[in-house]
């Protein structure tokens, strides 16, 4: 314990512990108990834990007296150490627990609004092709080498990571690839751990319901590029010099004197391509990388995809993965869930779906469809409840720009009115001055887009992609817009509402 905790300032180290945990309802007697909290704490979770009889208490210093004043009162002897930012501390601490086991992996975080999920899927794949046993920690699964579970959450707790690492270890993986998330990196979840290799892949609007403002979620997204390791070495640094934030990143990495591999279109960075050709059926060509050519074949279509290629080779070159292994690891990648995924391959009629929720992805993957599509390009979305509110209007602008046919329906509306939610995209679309329907019910919204589209015309539908669900109020509502799509299809949706 003397080795990842500074000395009790009250009482002395127990012999030995039994565990560790942040959630006064896991404690067990013998348990580790950190005290996560901000401003303020809740009384009743330290009573807890010492009801359950934790033998030692990890505290924020800001209310050790407090802590200690409370012990008092409540009547109990426990050992207490205390520290300046307890979250950083829980990541430290439950590294430190577990082994430090992200430096026995080769770890990769990916962070960025977009392009995260596609990314980390590439670079695993890569990291697999070359020989390593690669786990996955993700928005859509998680792998720690027992196959395949849904994601809970973008990134887990601090905790819960670092034991996680420690689980992928036992099962002989020798590899992570990860999202790392904006409200991650804020609250210090991934403290603790040993990246090899980090990745920005973009900055635009999203979370600023959490972040405040733009500057705050760009020096969120930062901490992962200039991370330094628990021994004091830097990652290397792979960084998309097309977006505007990812220039201000290559700045300070240079200033900063760290080691940066950038990628982008112009030739100027160190990957870029050099003849690459787009289609609905994928990337083919060439990229120009350090010290030569790589040859490049993917079932990922659209330049938003050829973005995240490039960094996902620049994180493999990174960590010494040889050009024609890179090469690949990209081929053999099919397709990621809910992203640009084609939910009827070799039909006239193309339907795809896929998770754009922002403003700048769902720009994207219109801008990389429209001069792939010989019809229209006809787009289903809507915008989520409980969230930003500000990306609402922009969304609806952008899909009336690059859109023929608008349909404005749900996403998941949570405890929001659906019909409020649309009423604050509308102007948007209206300001585009391109048709649009609207229909609140997303299967019929659904059924119409299909219904309405002829042969040559692309249907889009975004901002769901992988999810299985809607959430309606405060529950979940089993949906898949793949699976209700190839229903409709299969029907031979007429394009009116029923």
């Known amino acids: 314990m003397e080795r990842f905790l500074p000395p009790p300032v009250l009482g002395a180290f127990p012999e030995k512990l ?40 990890l505290v924020p210093e800001r209310h050790l007296p407090s802590v200690c004043e409370r012990m008092g009162i409540h009547g109990t002897k426990v050992p ?9 501390a829980a990541g430290m601490v439950s590294s430190a627990w577990w082994g430090n086991p992200s430096k026995d992996l080769v770890v990769v975080g990916v962070t960025g609004t977009n392009g ?13 092709t070359s020989g390593y046993r690669c786990g996955l920690v993700g928005t859509v699964w998680f792998d720690l080498g027992n196959g395949m579970v849904e994601a809970p959450q973008t990134t887990p707790g601090a905790l819960e990571l670092q034991e996680a690492f420690s689980e992928a270890r036992e099962n002989g993986l020798r590899a992570i690839s990860m999202e790392v998330s ?6 210090e979840r991934v403290s603790g751990t040993h990246f090899s290799a980090v990745h920005f892949t973009n900055l635009t609007r999203d979370h600023l319901d959490y ?66 050709r787009i289609s609905l059926d994928g ?14 074949s993917s079932a990922l279509p659209g330049d938003f995809n050829l973005q995240n290629i490039m960094g996902s080779v620049g994180c493999a070159l990174a960590l010494g993965i040889p050009p024609e292994t890179i090469a690949s690891g990209i081929r053999n990648l099919k397709g990621v869930p809910g992203r640009f995924e084609r939910v009827n391959p070799g039909e006239r009629i193309a339907v795809i779906v896929d998770y754009a929720h922002t403003d700048d992805a769902l720009k994207n993957i219109l801008s990389s469809l429209r001069p792939l599509t010989k019809g229209r390009v006809i787009t289903v ?27 404005l ?35 019929n919204a659904i059924k119409m887009a299909i219904g309405a589209a002829k042969p040559g015309d692309v249907v889009l539908i975004a901002g769901k992609g992988h999810e299985p669900y809607q959430i309606l109020g405060k529950t979940k509502t089993p949906f898949d817009d793949r699976q209700v799509a190839r229903e409709c299809l299969s029907a031979g949706s007429s394009g009116t509402a029923q």
């Open 211 to 276: 972040h405040k403002t733009f500057e705050d979620y760009f020096a969120a997204k930062s901490r992962l590029l200039l991370w330094t390791n628990p021994d004091g070495t830097p990652p290397m640094a792979v960084v998309n010099g097309d977006d505007p934030y990812g220039k201000r990143l290559l700045a300070l990495l240079k200033d900063d004197g760290r080691k940066v591999i950038s990628y982008g279109h112009d030739s100027g960075f160190d990957i870029h391509p050099e003849d690459v």
């Open 18 to 57: 039994t565990g560790i945990s942040d959630d006064s309802r896991k404690i067990r007697p013998g348990n580790l108990f950190i005290l996560r909290c901000g401003i303020a704490y809740e009384e009743s979770f330290l009573f807890e834990a010492l009801d359950k009889e934790a033998s030692l208490l």
């Open 283 to 296: 990337i083919e060509g060439t990229l120009v990388i350090p010290g030569g050519r790589l040859p490049i």
């Open 182 to 187: 904006s409200h991650a990196l804020d609250q």
């Open 116 to 128: 995260k999920t596609t990314s980390s899927f590439l670079t695993r794949n890569i990291l697999e």
């Open 381 to 407: 979305f809507g915008c989520g409840g409980d969230r930003d509110r500000g990306k609402r209007p922009r969304m609806g602008r952008v899909a009336g720009e690059l859109s023929d046919l608008v349909v």
């Open 80 to 88: 207490v150490c205390s520290v300046p930012n307890i979250q950083e």
């Open 409 to 443: 329906t749900s996403d998941n509306p949570r405890t929001e009115s659906p019909e409020a939610i649309m009423e604050e995209v509308e102007p948007g679309i209206r300001a585009s001055g391109r048709p649009f329907l609207k229909e609140a019910d997303r299967r």
